[in-house]
């Protein structure tokens, strides 16, 4: 059974038909056709960090797909007393038919995918944000920026710059990233997407210097510079990112037509200015509304497989 855990468990074209998938659910949701891909399935959607974007897009989205949401804060199920995740698996997933999770550690996410009978989907772990990157990636195609792009992440070494690395050397596009010394990514995953990278042929590059990421770029992006979880590193944080906010006088290194792209939500005068956020308020706030658009698309996508693989089981 396929989950989505990272964007490494895909080939280039599953990626590719994921979002070519989202793309035509997308444009009849416009015209209000709203077809039952999903009808009658239950979306269980389990929270153990906040969350506007995920909860609203996902919850929406197995609506719109014929099926229904079930919020599930650890504040409120046995999770969060303790039940084991591998439990909590077990019992859940006899009775949905598809688990959104967003937790800590990645192996969280990993446990549960493993006890699970039905398909999981990353919402968001320490490590990876994949169902952003997808959302990404639709949103460059409808803003022209899909053929060759050159991406520049610029700030925090975090879990979407993880998954920024996974979908570059996938798609074999060039991505560039600065990050402070000391805030660099995960030398693993690193090591594991410039392995993927060598087929694909994406160039990577890694540097301390915003403005040479920047430089000629078509995309430029960033992340909050204090993740979920990090709240008590946010003063040392602050001092360590200076020099690496996204504003005006950086875009001016990027081309005259580049966009920006943020995944929200987004802390003006850290890691973006004010001046540039409002510019590019249409890119972001249409990469917001992606979310919910290419999520349909992973999760009627994920739901076929599973038709398919109990088709052949039967
Ligand atoms: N971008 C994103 O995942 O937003 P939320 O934390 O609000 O879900
Ligand atoms: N890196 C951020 C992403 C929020 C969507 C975090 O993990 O908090």
């Known amino acids: ?9 895909f080939s280039k074209e599953e990626i590719l038909e994921m979002i070519a998938l989202a793309q035509k659910i997308k444009a009849q949701t416009k015209q209000r056709k709203f077809v039952p891909y999903m009808g009658h399935q239950t979306l269980g959607m389990i929270f153990e960090k906040s969350s506007t974007r995920t909860r609203v897009s996902f ?13 599930l804060s650890s504040n409120d199920i046995q999770l969060g007393r303790g039940e ?22 990645h192996s969280k996410l990993e446990e549960f995918a493993k006890y699970s009978k039905v398909p999981v989907i990353n919402g968001l ?15 460059m ?15 925090d070494g975090n879990n979407m710059t993880h998954s920024w690395l996974m979908l570059s050397a996938k798609l074999g596009f060039e991505l560039r990233i600065a990050t402070p010394k000391g805030y660099e990514c995960d030398a693993s995953i690193v090591e594991e997407a410039l392995a993927i990278a060598k087929e694909s042929g994406a160039t990577i590059t890694f540097g301390n ?9 078509d995309v430029v992006t960033t992340d909050t510079w204090v993740s979920m979880g990090q709240e008590d590193e946010k003063e040392i944080r602050m001092k360590a990112f200076e020099g690496y906010i996204v504003d005006e006088t950086l875009m001016s290194h990027a081309k005259d037509d580049a966009i920006f792209l943020h995944c929200l939500p987004a802390y003006r005068g850290y890691e973006v200015s004010e001046e ?9 706030f249409s990469e917001a509304e992606n979310r919910l658009h290419a999520q349909k698309g992973i999760m009627v996508w994920l739901d076929a497989k599973r038709n398919e693989e109990l088709e052949i089981r039967n």
């Open 1 to 9: 059974m396929r989950h989505f855990l990272t964007l490494k468990d």
């Open 59 to 71: 919850e929406t989205g197995i609506y719109q797909l014929g099926g229904v949401g079930l919020f």
């Open 84 to 105: 084991l995740m591998k439990d909590t698996a077990r019992v859940i997933s006899r009775m949905v038919d598809m688990v959104m999770i967003r937790t800590f550690e």
């Open 125 to 139: 772990t320490d490590s990876y944000h994949p169902v952003q990157l997808m959302t990404d990636y639709l949103t």
């Open 141 to 155: 195609i409808e803003c022209g920026k899909d053929k060759d792009p050159v991406v520049a992440y610029v700030g």
């Open 209 to 217: 210097d915003p403005i040479e990421a920047v430089k000629g770029c």
């Open 276 to 284: 540039t956020f409002e510019k590019h308020a249409d890119v972001i």
